[in-house]
């Protein structure tokens, strides 16, 4: 893989796994609640949900994925459904999943890491950047698993950095002794943007 097309695909990757997204507020939420190395588990479920898709993408099975209607609209409501309970969640409870304090209740590891699972490979937008996105990357005059090999090491390395940056931002923000009225509202904020995420995710299609 020529270092050009290395570079360009590295900041791709960066910038769509930075934007703000139902993974990226999931994290920082959990980050406030359970604190950085409790939601490192989170990440890793959202690392294993992104590789299964990046597995799939090598080996063309999005493709039949995107070609079935039928698959991808069940895995994109599963998604929709999803985010909208955790954003009705955070909205309506003190003690949700997606509450900014430190309540003294921890969530399990296993659980945290399902989450992060279920956040990640239910989002058909994964899907359909490495459908879109990896083979124009791909010199196929060389061997092909190498190439792909560096990009999924590479991914999954810059998903643990910058989740790991959401959730330690949470995580400060948390153990800042925040006054009551800032939780209540970064509880609502994170609430409405997975909502908001949920409505965006219902709208997306095979075709884009």
Known sequence: MELQAFLIFATTQAVVIASPGPSAILVASQGATNGWRRTVFQMFGMMVATAIYFVMSATGLAALILASNFIFQ???????????????????????????????????????FSQGFVVEFANPKVLLFFVAILPQFLNTAAPIAPQMIVMGLTGAAMQFVIYSAYSKLGDKLANGGLRIWIVSLINRTAGAALIFAGIKMASVTAER
């Open 74 to 112: 069940i895995i994109k409501w599963v998604g929709v459904a999803y985010l909208f309970y955790l954003g009705l969640t955070a909205l309506l409870s003190r003690s949700g999943g997606l509450s900014v304090a430190r309540t003294g209740k921890v969530r399990s590891r296993k659980a945290l």
